[in-house]
């Protein structure tokens, strides 16, 4: 599995639950707390109830893409297609002068 999938999806899953809608009655006055004073922090406890609805999808959209970075297979190199490229066939002497 490629190294950078696994560093994505983690990081997809683990914000997912952080931004889990049974967190933020935790998390909601701590945000509240550090942008006090603000801008941010007057438009958060302006629209809580559109901050909860973007958390919540943001969690389901984070759950779903971390644990499809976290199960992608790699798909195998492709061989190159020998159907576009034109053999080179040996010229006529060149055969019997490999063989004496």
Known sequence: MNLWHQ??????????FIAC???LPITLPIILSL???TALGAWI????DLLV??????????LALGFYWLNKEEKPAARPSRAGSRAVK???G????RRR
């Open 90 to 92: 040996p010229r006529p």
């Open 45 to 48: 406890a302006d629209n809580r």
């Open 21 to 23: 809608p049974c967190h």
């Open 7 to 16: 560093v994505k999806g983690w990081a997809a899953v683990v914000t997912a």
């Open 35 to 37: 942008t006090a004073g």
């Open 53 to 62: 609805a973007l958390l919540t999808l943001y969690f389901l959209g984070g």
């Open 94 to 97: 060149a055969v019997a002068a």
